[in-house]
């Protein structure tokens, strides 16, 4: 014998509970080979289940036991686990993708594939919450993982590569509470603990479809009594589950009316058909008749027809609206004559890719039993036992915050698991921000966000857990949710933009000044609270007469701003030199005139100086200079006392720049610097060119130049 591994060799007990009957497989794994050592299966004495639903628990229980004890005295030990699986009455499948990413590119673990996975079952279970418009509650009992991908590129398995981002898409399914529950009552009343939990589907393609077939667009259709199952495989995966409501039942059914039998005797007939020529049958008042087969399959000829008709379409429809390239059949029902015929039809495809599978697939099964069954309804209960060693999952039951809940087991749940299955919301399960605060600083968005609040609280059976706590069948879990924390709160003085300093040379010696900031026009101090939607202005510049002030230092007439004639008004940045003389406090604004001053300061400002505050700050200052000599003239002062011209009407100028039209008011009057403040142009160093070329009317401009309408000005670099 092989050598065997814990798992493998472990005994594994798999019951099929199926509508019309339940049957019971003992065996092991050795290798790659199933040992079958014992199997029994027993019919319903009553219809205690339809269409793969249990009606009456008390009785399936009761069958079981029957089974369990005919298999327990032919092992000589008695059984307490069992695996069992879930018709797909009414199951519900979502695909869905997921996709995660890491901070830094790492080498991928099996942690990060559950994780991904636990991801994928979430997001489909909110997708599938969506769109259930039924009362009914159901639960997740199984995913299929389809597809992974690597960077984006598809790749068979994640674990070892190095990633940034890893995807997967992935397959859920779900039942509602009511089957599953039924199930366990079931097996529990046959005093079985269920030690695995798969789909009818899932448990048949484990034997009717090998992995080396899996590559192919094949369907598995496993035709019981009460449900049509269906497995869509493809690319090396299963990409799709699908469920028919019609199957054997609804045959017996029409046999029952036009023999006027009871239920079991139709059934007797059914399987006989296409076996026998002649059928004996009793009727329902004790008389002997007879039918031949060939009258069976035509009173169920059109019912196989508008069966199989369902079946083919839910192929198509699970497979991108198109046929399979073949179909393998498993499941008593699909043993009526005709049945694999039509069904081939239906699909469009040739009748031998359409076949029922039974011995045929079981080349990795030995029966270690006299007279075994190797028919195409021993395909599912094999196939549960085999689906044990593939998933040995199974349904656990915990309570959350007082609520019972139960949770398909994959081996790893954690406390998260259990509050998503329960709604609990996922943000309450972790630390939450207070509100943040926005608003803009020199025109650029900002936020600082809220303080985080406490995180939940969770106690497993009492003792302190985390959201990562795996938890076991019976875990009382009791979690509080998270606080919110306080919301955000900012000192204007701790912006990085007002902290920094500002250093400029004042007669010679170096000075760090603060920047001074505007909070909606307002000038505040450092110790101002920030509020919701607050525009703020960092200035990154002093007027002469404000660093005067700050210095407690008398301004006198002769200015100079990196060594050019300059006003107490005159706007001082970072790195600039300022030199003015104390002694002498008498104001001499009109002896420089107002454009050289700006224009020859100008050429002296560093790289990083904005060039539209300084063209806001002359046209302020042209402003200021209008007003304060009007104010002169309407006091009396004559000219000589001010030197000013007396304030001229404002005029409109008219000029094309760079074939564009510029119009110009306001002003006395025009020179030819003032278009700066009209255009777009990039004075910054580093140069664009040799030089600035401009012209007005096809000769070199003077920068004094008086303006008249119509005037052609070039400005560019060369």
């Known amino acids: 014998m092989a050598q065997l591994n814990e798992k493998q060799s472990q005994t594994v007990f798999g019951l099929d509970i199926g509508t019309r009957s339940i049957v019971g497989t003992v065996g092991y794994l050795d290798g790659n080979k199933f040992h079958v050592i014992a199997q029994h299966s027993k019919e319903h004495e009553t219809r205690a289940m339809l269409d793969g639903q249990i009606h009456d628990i008390q009785k399936v229980g009761e069958s079981i036991i029957q089974v369990k004890e005919v298999l327990e005295k032919e092992l000589g030990r008695k059984l307490t686990e069992v695996c069992i699986a879930a018709a797909g009455r009414v199951l519900r499948t979502v695909t869905t993708f997921v996709e995660t990413s890491f901070e830094n590119e790492k080498e991928v673990t099996e942690d990060d594939v559950y994780m991904l996975s636990t991801l994928g079952v979430e997001k489909a279970y909110v997708e599938f919450q969506k769109g259930n418009d039924t009362e009914m509650k159901f639960y997740c009992v199984g995913y299929t993982p389809m597809r992974y991908y690597l960077n984006g590129y598809q790749i068979n398995n994640l674990v070892g590569h190095k990633a940034k981002t890893i995807g997967l898409d992935l397959i859920g399914t779900f039942l509602p509470d009511d089957v599953v529950d039924g199930l366990y009552k079931a097996v529990e009343i046959a005093g079985l603990r269920v030690a695995n939990l798969t789909l009818e589907p899932i448990a048949a393609i484990q034997v009717a479809i090998p992995e080396k077939f899996r590559m192919l667009n094949m369907a598995l259709v496993d035709v019981g009594a009460g449900t049509s199952d269906i497995c869509i495989t493809k690319e090396g995966t299963i990409t799709a589950y699908g469920m028919i409501p019609q199957a054997g039942d609804s045959l017996t059914d029409i046999i029952v009316q036009h ?15 296409g076996v026998q020529d002649t059928i004996e049958y009793e009727d329902i008042m004790g008389l002997p008749q007879t039918i031949s087969s060939a009258e069976v399959e035509g009173i169920l000829e059109d019912t196989v027809e ?16 198109k046929p399979v390239s073949a179909v393998f059949v498993v499941g008593g029902g699909g043993m009526i004559p005709g049945y694999t015929q039509k069904l081939a039809k239906h699909l469009g495809i040739l009748p031998e890719r359409v076949a029922i599978r039974g011995k045929e697939v079981m080349q990795n099964i030995i029966f270690d039993i006299e007279n075994p069954r190797r028919d195409a ?10 689906s044990f060693y593939e998933q040995s999952n199974n349904f656990i039951f915990a309570e959350f915050n007082g609520e019972r809940i139960k949770l398909y087991d994959t081996g790893k749940l954690t406390v998260a698991d259990c509050a998503m299955q329960i709604s ?18 020199n025109e650029k968005s900002r936020m600082v966000r809220g303080q985080l609040g406490e995180a939940s609280t969770i106690l497993v059976n009492g003792a302190e857990a985390y959201i990562t706590t795996q938890i076991k069948n019976g875990d009382k879990i009791e979690v509080t949710s998270s606080t919110i ?19 400029i040379t004042v007669n010679g010696m170096p000075i760090s000044l603060p920047k001074t900031a505007f909070v909606n026009g307002v000038l505040q101090n450092e110790y101002y609270t920030v509020k919701e939607g607050d525009v703020i202005d960092i200035h990154n510049y002093y007027t002469v007469e404000e660093i005067g002030t700050l210095l407690d230092m008398t301004v006198g007439s002769e200015i100079k701003v990196n060594d050019i004639p300059a006003k107490r008004d005159t706007r001082v940045y970072e790195d600039f030199t300022l030199t003015f003389s104390a002694d002498v406090e008498e104001e001499l604004d009109g002896v420089l005139d107002e454009e050289e001053t700006t224009q020859d300061i100008e050429q002296h400002i560093p790289q990083e100086v904005n060039q539209e505050e300084l063209q806001v700050t002359k046209t302020s200052e042209t402003k ?32 094309i720049v760079n074939k564009k039209p510029i119009v110009m008011s306001g002003k006395p009057s025009y020179v030819f610097v003032d278009v700066f403040d009209y255009i777009q142009f990039d004075l910054h160093h580093p140069p664009k060119g040799k030089g600035i070329v ?15 309408d119509g005037d052609i000005i070039d400005i560019y670099w060369e």
């Open 694 to 708: 401009t012209n007005m009317n096809g000769h070199p401009a003077e920068y004094m130049a008086t303006l008249q």
């Open 377 to 386: 309804m021993m395909v599912t209960p094999i196939g549960i036992c085999y």
């Open 306 to 321: 508008q069966m199989t008709l369902q079946v083919a379409e839910g192929i198509k429809n699970l497979n991108g609206e």
């Open 624 to 655: 200021e200079k209008s007003i304060q000599q009007k104010e002169e003239v309407e006091t009396g002062k004559t000219e000589e006392e001010v030197d000013f011209e007396p304030v001229a009407e404002p005029v409109t100028v008219a000029v």
């Open 485 to 503: 924390g306080e919301p955000a709160e900012l000192e204007l003085g701790k912006l990085p933009e007002f902290s920094e300093k500002m250093v």
């Open 259 to 273: 023999c006027l039998c009871e239920f079991d005797v139709a059934e007797k007939i059914k399987r006989s058909a």
């Open 424 to 441: 609990f919301p996922n943000e309450e399960l972790f630390p939450r921000r207070g509100k943040a605060l926005t608003f803009t600083v």
